[in-house]
């Protein structure tokens, strides 16, 4: 990397939606290259901050293995927004650089219609058996990629859920607890073939968060969060409403076509909506 490196670095860092724009108004090759020149981490932060269209027309020019790592940083609904715009054949070339689980879990999602359950939840979840005890349980939280974890799933055999339990309550009782003895058994589990909007209003999430999304044998392959469920169901009602084609897309195509000047792109506006990050810890 040149001199000119860290203050780059600095103002990705800062300033990501102003850095996003900036890269999404250069051309694709030299955007794609300098990406390239930078750590994984600071490509994926730009990338968040970008509409799905520009950040998969430069990751597909970016190289495999920077691709890839740009890919592992990201937060999983976006780098899943953003493979779904590529072609089948690069987007096979990045999923080969990642982890065999995370290349798994993109092809469940990617496997899914945009508007369903299953394109839009998170695969990483805490989810344990009944012979399991709160201090299991309590250990798996930790070892999470994210530290908060809003419920415990619990499975059976089949892995078809049996109950659920929220941190809060693990507190309340002996660590030697097991997780089946205490476990709330009158939970609702999505299908993950559902359309957001026929879930975002259910009154399952007054007393839960986040709930299991099973797929067509009732095996738990997943989680869904209200926050997502509703944001979904609102986007998806609008881009039906008006357009077949992504509202996000739209605009982020804009940035590509238009001749607005780099003192606009600059300017402080709010970002596209964007997922939140991937929640508890891999199946």
Not at 53 to 79: H, V
Not at 125 to 139: C, G, K, P, S
Not at 174 to 198: E, F, H, W, Y
Not at 243 to 257: G, L
Request: aromatic share 6%.
């Amino acid at each position: 990397m040149g001199d000119a490196a860290p203050l780059t670095i600095a103002f990705i860092e800062k300033r990501p939606l102003s850095a996003a724009r900036t890269l999404a108004a250069m051309e694709p090759d030299d955007a794609a290259a300098f990406l390239e020149t930078i750590p994984a981490r600071f490509a994926a932060n730009a990338f968040s901050h970008m509409g799905a269209w520009p950040a998969s027309a430069l990751l597909a020019k970016m190289g495999a293995a920077s691709g890839g790592a740009a890919l592992r940083e990201l937060d999983y609904p976006n780098a899943t927004a953003i493979l779904r715009l590529m072609s089948e054949d690069r987007r096979a070339q990045l999923l080969t650089e990642l982890p065999e689980k995370l290349q798994r879990d993109f092809e469940t999602s990617l496997s899914f219609p945009e508007d369903t359950v299953g394109a839009q939840m998170t695969t990483a979840i805490v989810a344990m058996a009944r012979d399991h005890t709160i201090a299991d349980a309590i250990t798996q939280i930790r070892q999470s990629r994210k530290p908060k974890t809003d419920v415990v799933f619990v499975i059976d055999k089949a892995r078809k859920l049996a109950g659920a339990a929220s941190p809060a309550a693990l507190l309340c009782y002996p660590s030697k607890t097991k997780l089946g003895d205490i476990m709330d058994a009158n939970v609702v589990s999505l299908s993950a073939r559902a359309r957001l909007s026929a879930v975002s209003a259910l009154e399952a999430w007054d007393d839960y968060t986040q709930l299991a999304v099973v797929s067509r044998q009732k095996q738990v392959i997943g989680a869904l969060s209200r926050k997502t469920a509703q944001r979904g169901a609102d986007h998806y009602a609008l881009t039906d409403a008006e357009n077949p084609t992504s509202i996000a897309a739209s605009i982020a195509s804009a940035f590509f076509m238009s001749g607005i000047g780099l003192a606009q792109l600059l300017g402080d506006v709010d970002p596209l909506p964007h997922s939140s990050k991937r929640e508890g810890e891999q199946l």
